[in-house]
């Protein structure tokens, strides 16, 4: 189960070149932005229980924006969030990827970082390996990968860490071709594995296809639930 009270959230703005900061963000937001920060989520109340719910807006509307605060990414301004379960994150799929480390150690540091047991985290990091299809490349550092290489790498990764909630941010387009059918179905069956999935995209055709219910974002707020 997944709680927000009254949740909002600012992005600061900084104090630096202020003038054409607020031509821009203004030309993006509107001009009713405050002096020092966006509201990028405005006193959300909201209580998710077991589904697929889709989150579908225009940009800087706060879909992205609920999906790193339910993460922990991002604590909320004002207001609570209560989560019960435990959370598997796709929001960003660079998450731990330094460009210095090599494939095998990234691999590792994640599995590591969600708190994986040594003898699951050998027997994770053998299933990823082989279906990265990286090969020796996995031996290398990361700022040798091509991007297809990288997304390949991330995926496969965060797709092996099970858990109760799963975060997507956009339906997944930017894999190479050979790899779009079967990411599809990879994270098809990953949803069926979760308890909760939310889905921010900007396709509501298949939002609808996907999801149980949309929840529909404009300029921080809900505007309906379907």
Not at 87 to 106: H, Q, V, Y
Not at 130 to 153: A, C, D, V, W
Not at 203 to 208: A, E, V
């Amino acid at each position: 189960m997944i709680i927000f009270e009254n949740v909002s959230l600012n992005y600061p703005i900084s104090t630096k070149n202020l003038s054409l900061r607020k031509n821009i963000i203004n030309g993006i937001f509107g001009s009713n932005i405050k002096k020092n920060y966006i509201e990028s989520l405005k006193k959300i109340n909201l209580k998710l229980e077991k589904g697929v719910y889709g989150l579908y807006g225009a940009n800087g509307s706060g879909k992205t924006s609920l999906l790193k605060v339910i993460a922990g990414i991002y604590p909320p301004s004002s207001g609570q969030i209560k989560v019960n379960g435990s959370i598997g994150s796709m929001i960003d799929f660079r998450f731990g990827l330094s460009k210095d480390f090599t494939g095998n150690e990234c691999i590792e540091l994640r599995l590591i970082a969600e708190g994986i047991n040594k003898d699951k985290r050998k027997e994770l990091i053998n299933k990823i390996k082989i279906e990265t299809e990286l090969g020796e490349y996995l031996n290398l550092p990361i700022k040798t990968y091509s991007s297809g290489m990288k997304f390949r790498l991330a995926f496969f990764t965060s797709l092996n860490v099970q858990s109760d909630i799963l975060l997507l941010d956009e339906w997944i387009g930017t894999a190479d071709q050979n790899l779009r059918d079967k990411v599809d179905k990879l994270i098809l069956e990953r949803i069926a594995q979760s308890k909760i999935t939310l889905i921010a995209s900007h396709n509501l055709d298949r939002l609808k296809k996907i999801c149980n219910n949309i929840i529909y974002f404009e300029k921080g707020e809900i505007s309906k639930i379907t």
